[in-house]
């Protein structure tokens, strides 16, 4: 853009009485102070968009740490920029800014330091957040994909086309979370931020932290936009798969393929002979026009992990007690008795109980 350009958008903005400009590439330090003086206005460039949405999206502890991180690192050598154009400027308020600038830059690397250090006690939480859900019996369904496959589309339309769970504390405390009752079992539906092409590598971290809720779910569902191309489709999902594998395996997957109003039955077939092979348990829906929820319910029914009731007794010992505290963790115990033996009414995921046959011999070893 030059001047001229510019100066038009300035009276864009004049005229629309514009809060913020935001630029689809990359802009200097320098630019980005520059359009702004002239604007009168915030002017942000795309990562600082993506921070944004980031913050917002964070959940856990840790996700709201890694993108404040993220964020302060990416300050430090704009402020430093800001600073000596400023300088350069040679403006009266600003004497003596060679102190103001070691203090500024100094308080984001304290705070960058005490935010790395924080980080490391944060991975914990990341278990009470599932382990506070297991107790309540809910599992935990995500909604995966890149940006504009349809997720909050589709996440709006299950929660219309279900019967929501009273849980005060996950919809409210959480909006893209709503719990649900999904044949006879609670569910938590969660939508999670897109992923984005070409993203920069000071920016993955912040990112993956915002998929945390997708690492600790008990079910994925992958949200494709089947109206792309194939190669576009088949790269995408390469990635999103690349990316999740790591760190889910033995969490089913879902591949919701959306936007299928956009394609005909025989186009449909076309694009499905070409990556039906790296979609699983492939679910076909226009999220748009609410088309097959019923099937996406159903299947999501089908890979919940089930749940059962199992009543039992433990030595009353200290190999007994640790055991206990790990059901608690890990389910809902019904009633608890203390005698010679701990008598336990207990309703846990099916690989929970299998666990504990497995263990009960060894306890009174
Ligand atoms: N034709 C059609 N359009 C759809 C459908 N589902 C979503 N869209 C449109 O696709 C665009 C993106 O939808 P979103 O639900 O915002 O996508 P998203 O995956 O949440 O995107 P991010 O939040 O950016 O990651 C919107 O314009 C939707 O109206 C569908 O089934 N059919
Ligand atoms: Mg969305």
């Not at 990316?243 to 997957?253: E, K, S």
Request: glycine share 6%; with cysteine; net charge negative.
């Amino acid at each position: 853009m030059g001047r001229g350009k510019i100066e038009e958008l300035a009276e864009l903005v004049r005229t629309t009485r514009a809060e913020k400009v935001i630029f689809y590439n990359k802009l200097s330090t320098i630019q980005l102070f520059n359009i702004s003086e002239i604007c009168g206005c915030q002017v942000i460039d795309k990562f600082q968009l993506i921070l944004e949405i980031f913050a917002k999206r964070a959940t856990t502890r840790r996700s709201k740490l890694q993108v404040e991180l993220a964020r302060l690192r990416y300050e430090i050598p704009r402020a430093r920029a800001i600073v000596s154009i400023l300088k350069k400027e040679e403006k009266a308020g600003f004497m003596g800014l060679g102190d103001y600038e070691d203090a500024y830059e100094q308080g984001l690397k304290k705070r960058i330091t005490r935010i790395e250090s924080e980080l490391e006690s944060a991975e914990k939480d990341d278990e009470s957040l599932r382990t506070f859900r297991h107790r309540k019996g809910f599992s935990l369904v995500c909604l995966a994909g890149y940006t504009n496959a349809g997720k909050s589309t589709l996440f709006n339309s299950i929660v219309d086309e279900s019967v929501e769970a009273q849980n005060m504390l996950f919809t409210t405390l959480v909006p893209t979370t709503r719990a649900l009752e999904l044949g006879g079992r609670k569910a938590l539906l969660t939508d999670t931020v897109g992923f984005i092409e070409e993203l920069p590598h000071w920016l993955v971290d912040a990112f993956k932290s915002t998929l945390d809720e997708i690492f600790l779910s008990d079910l994925i569902l992958l949200v494709v936009d089947v109206s792309e191309k194939p190669e576009i489709i088949l790269q995408k999902l390469s990635t999103a798969h690349d990316t999740l594998w790591d760190r889910i395996q033995g969490v089913p997957m879902i591949t919701v393929l959306n936007k299928t109003d956009l394609l005909e039955a025989s186009e449909l077939e076309a694009v499905m002979e070409e990556i039906g092979y790296m979609a699983p348990n492939p679910v076909f829906v226009s999220a748009k026009e609410k088309a097959g929820m019923q099937e996406l319910k159903a299947e999501i029914i089908k890979h919940l992990p089930a749940w059962s009731f199992y009543s039992f007794s433990l030595p009353n010992s200290e190999k007994g007690m640790s055991m206990l505290s790990w059901l608690y963790d890990e389910g809902i115990v019904h009633s608890v008795e203390y005698g010679e033996r701990i008598s336990v009414d207990y309703e846990a995921r099916t690989e929970v109980i299998n666990r504990i046959q497995s263990l009960e011999q060894n306890l009174d070893e």
